[in-house]
């Protein structure tokens, strides 16, 4: 399975401000996955980020307040943009290196928003 | 849809009890399931995971045994400790993976 680094591992944030969470992984995969985890609740996916084209996003999650980048098959970042405390949550990057093996996580970054 | 659903927690036992974490699953096709377990403080981790119908995935005590015929796949271990204090997350993964919305279980010394 794969090694994903995550950072920043948590941070404390002003409102009106925005985070970047960068993920790296140990080998090259074709989709990163971004979730969304908020206080007591399951994971969200925000988006979807293959290397080379824009990101897709679900439903609810918008490319100007959640901005993806994907420069290479090893690294992705995500942007919260205009954090409010309403963000207040913990992002996780993931990636699939094949269908039987599962998803492997980043340890995630637990965002406060004051 | 597919949906997965899991017992709502928190879940508190002492230490060497049973433990029975309910998990059943809807699927139009025939996904690959799996329990991730979430410590405090961290990210997700692959517990175990079965690929078909009757495969049992186990790790670190822990078993679940994919069951087509009641669509389930109940998370098990003999005796429980401690360090197993966690939230555990029931998923099944066909085009894309979904999670049921995790049991918390609290291990009392």
């Known amino acids: 399975s794969a090694v994903i680094s995550q950072k920043p591992s948590r941070d404390i944030c002003q409102r009106g401000t925005s985070l970047t969470i960068q993920c790296q992984v140990d080998?090259?995969?074709?989709?990163m996955f971004w979730y969304r985890q908020q206080p007591g609740q399951s994971l969200t996916l925000i988006a979807t980020?293959?290397?080379?084209?824009?990101?897709?996003?679900e439903s609810g999650f918008v490319i100007d307040k959640f901005p993806i980048s994907r420069p290479n098959l090893t690294f992705s970042t995500l942007t919260v943009s205009n954090m409010s405390p309403e963000d207040s949550s913990i992002y996780l990057c993931?990636?699939?290196?094949?269908?039987?093996?599962?998803?492997?996580f980043g340890s995630g970054t637990r965002l406060t928003v004051v | 849809g597919d949906s997965v659903t899991q017992m709502e927690g928190p879940v508190t036992l002492s230490e060497e009890a049973f433990l029975t974490i309910n998990c059943t699953y809807t699927?139009?096709?025939?996904?690959?399931l799996f329990w991730y377990v979430q410590y405090p403080g961290e990210g997700l981790q692959l517990l175990l995971k079965?690929?078909?119908?009757?495969d049992k995935g186990s790790n670190k005590g822990f078993e679940a045994t994919y069951r087509k015929e009641t669509t389930s796949f109940h998370l098990e271990k003999g005796s429980v400790q401690v360090s197993d204090s966690a939230v555990y997350f029931c998923?099944?993964?066909?085009?894309?993976?979904?999670f049921g919305k995790g049991t918390r279980l609290h291990i009392l010394p």
């Open positions: 993931s990636v699939m290196i094949g269908r039987i093996y599962g998803y492997t």
């Open positions: 080998s090259q995969v074709t989709m």
């Open positions: 980020a293959n290397q080379g084209s824009e990101a897709t996003y």
């Open positions: 699927a139009t096709g025939y996904p690959s």
């Open positions: 079965a690929t078909k119908a009757d």
């Open positions: 998923a099944l993964q066909d085009d894309k993976i979904i």
